[in-house]
């Protein structure tokens, strides 16, 4: 039987904003660096690098 790995982290290939999977609360939060959020543009509709060559099966 394969194990769903789901992704931990994401990026939108449009504007840089990062997401990192928290696990304590079962949601997406915005990544920061040296303090500072990275939320790239907020009016952006995110397009995610998460895509065909995801694979999110356990090998």
């Given at each position: 039987?394969?194990?769903v790995v789901?992704?931990?982290?994401?990026?939108?290939e449009r504007c840089g904003?990062?997401?990192v999977w928290d696990e304590d609360v079962s949601t997406w939060r915005?990544?920061?660096?040296d303090g500072?959020?990275?939320i790239?543009?907020?009016y952006c509709l995110h397009e995610?690098?998460?895509?065909?060559?995801y694979n999110p099966l356990a090998e």
């Amino acid at each position: 039987m394969n194990e769903v790995v789901p992704p931990t982290e994401r990026t939108c290939e449009r504007c840089g904003r990062r997401d990192v999977w928290d696990e304590d609360v079962s949601t997406w939060r915005i990544d920061s660096e040296d303090g500072e959020k990275l939320i790239g543009d907020p009016y952006c509709l995110h397009e995610w690098d998460i895509n065909g060559n995801y694979n999110p099966l356990a090998e």
